[in-house]
């Protein structure tokens, strides 16, 4: 079983910025493949960014390309979302997520472990 552990959200400007982080346990990090995803009030979980295990190859949502960046370090089995230039529109419950498999999806149900989530809220 693996237990993931965001933190990092907040309150923030449009135009700030915001580091979220996760630390899975309970698994060895680098055979996981992470992934971030959001919730809106109202509306489904969308995805927002995934890392490979080794942090060689990411995704993002068209959405949060060029703003957000999905990055890990091995070393201290932790992964970063670092979201710059945030708008109002991001406000949301980031979750982290960890996928066992390698194949790249954009689909929360195929991700095996999830976090609690933490709150990110943007003001204009």
């Known amino acids: 079983q693996v237990q993931l552990v965001e933190s990092g959200g907040g309150l923030v400007q449009a135009g700030g910025s915001l580091r979220l982080s996760c630390a899975p346990s309970?698994?060895?990090?680098?055979?996981?493949?992470m992934g971030w995803f959001r919730q809106a009030p109202g509306k489904e979980r969308e995805f927002v960014a995934r890392?490979?295990?080794?942090?060689?190859?990411?995704h993002y949502a068209d959405s949060v390309e060029g703003r957000f960046t999905i990055t890990r370090d091995n070393a201290e089995n932790t992964v970063y979302l670092q979201m710059d230039n945030l708008k109002p529109k991001d406000t949301a419950v980031y979750y982290c997520?960890?996928?066992?498999?390698?194949?790249?999806?954009?689909?929360?149900?195929?991700?095996?472990?999830w976090g609690q989530g933490t709150q990110v809220t943007v003001s204009s």
């Open positions: 890392i490979s295990r080794s942090g060689a190859r990411t």
């Open positions: 309970g698994r060895t990090f680098s055979n996981l493949a």
């Open positions: 997520a960890a996928d066992r498999g390698v194949i790249i999806t954009t689909l929360p149900n195929e991700y095996d472990y």
